[in-house]
């Protein structure tokens, strides 16, 4: 299988999957978060940087949500291969970081 198949399958594009999709899951219920907000908070809620009711509300839709856990596991997958990528690196040159905050500090203050 190919890395496009496998990532066809896990977001549930492969033709198969059932009515239950990811391992099982259903659909959101009733009241829960809508698809679309929790998408909106995928990366504050994989970073921590959600409140704790809101983060609480992220899980639950993830945990039931045969759409969207799948995108979940793999930007999970992404930021974790990603971080062990950074720990083999040394750190960025100091003029480089200098002109990164001299860039920043330009777009703050547009």
């Given at each position: ?11 549930g594009?492969?033709?198969?999957g ?93």
């Amino acid at each position: 299988m190919t890395f496009i198949e496998r990532i066809k399958k896990l977001l549930g594009r492969d033709g198969g999957g059932g009515a239950n999709g990811a391992h099982g899951m259903p659909g959101p219920m009733p009241g829960m978060m809508a698809c679309e907000e929790a998408m909106v908070y995928l990366y504050e809620y994989l970073d921590g940087e959600l409140d704790h009711a809101p983060a609480d509300q992220v899980r639950a839709h993830f945990e039931v949500c045969k759409r969207c856990y799948p995108h979940l596991k793999l930007e999970e997958a992404f930021l974790d291969s990603v971080q062990r990528a950074a720990e083999g690196c040394d750190k960025a040159p100091a003029s480089l970081r200098e002109r990164i905050t001299i860039g920043l500090a330009a777009e703050e203050a547009r």
